[in-house]
């Protein structure tokens, strides 16, 4: 399940306004960005670099979700030096491998390599798959963590309503060192418990969404020592241009929304991104 169905539709917006300091876009899918199956433009990931780093984010996380683009972001984090790589099995790939094994034992190969800075995007997603795929999601998850601890690597989780579950697996496993909930999506309860362990918040467009209230209160409670920003590009493109291919060069519009819900202005939230990114996925 290396695409998400549905091509996204009129165009890449605008270039906004470009940030003070640089950024790092946390979670990003440049092999799906480029694709104009889904963008609906053919582009290069040196252009969607360029574009990026014109706008203050000059530095990139390349997600892997299955063994085959894993593959394809350890070999773009050789070639350009503003990204580096994880790799993983995404939760709702997962139960439809014909060797879940095999998979987890390349990804584990793929882990070694210097440019690899993290495990995921793996975790729990009770959305897209039903209950006869969970127990596969959950091998998957406990899998990927001990390959995250063999490596000392972060554990980058995609959690999508599945709140319990995701801290009850860690906590029977024990949490690597560092874990980034990605595409952070719950609300202040569950953000102080991920807190309370030491996770790491991602925030994606999300932030920016009239129905995101909730969210904008957890990323008020946040600790700037504790905050990523992300993109996910293509998909959850920030207001105001939601429903559109996103990018990572729109990264500075979910950083003033950022901003806005934590009453931090923009240039230290930005240096506090950078020194986050640094300590967790660098240096580049």
Not at 25 to 43: E, F, K, M, R, Y
Not at 253 to 264: D, M, N, Q
């Amino acid at each position: 399940m290396s695409r998400r169905s549905g091509r996204r539709e009129g165009g890449f917006p605008p270039v906004p306004e470009a940030l003070p300091v640089p950024v790092v876009d946390s979670h990003t899918h440049l092999d799906i960005v480029t694709d104009p199956a889904i963008t609906g433009v053919a582009g290069t990931v040196s252009a969607a670099l360029e574009a990026a780093r014109s706008v203050g984010v000059d530095r990139l996380v390349q997600v892997g979700v299955d063994v085959e683009t894993s593959r394809w972001g350890v070999a773009a984090a050789h070639e350009h030096p503003a990204l580096v790589a994880t790799v993983a099995v995404h939760p709702n790939a997962a139960p439809h491998l014909a060797d879940l094994d095999a998979a987890l034992h390349e990804i584990d190969e793929l882990a070694a390599d210097p440019r690899v800075r993290g495990i995921g995007e793996t975790g729990l997603d009770t959305f897209r798959t039903g209950d006869d795929g969970r127990k596969a999601q959950e091998e998957s998850f406990r899998g990927h963590i001990e390959i995250a601890k063999r490596h000392g690597r972060p554990l980058v989780i995609h959690d999508r309503e599945a709140h319990a579950d995701i801290l009850r697996v860690l906590d029977e496993t024990g949490a690597p060192d560092v874990v980034v909930m990605h595409c952070f999506s719950g609300d202040i309860d569950f953000a102080r418990e991920c807190l309370r362990r030491g996770f790491v918040l991602s925030y994606a467009g999300v932030v920016s969404f009239a129905s995101a209230a909730a969210l904008r209160v957890a990323a008020a409670a946040t600790p700037l020592d504790h905050l990523l920003v992300e993109t996910d590009a293509p998909y959850l493109t920030p207001m105001p241009h939601r429903g559109r291919p996103n990018a990572p060069y729109l990264i500075p519009l979910t950083v003033r929304a950022l901003a806005e819900a934590t009453g931090t202005a923009v240039e230290p939230l930005c240096e506090a991104i950078s020194a986050n990114g640094e300590r967790i996925f660098g240096p580049w």
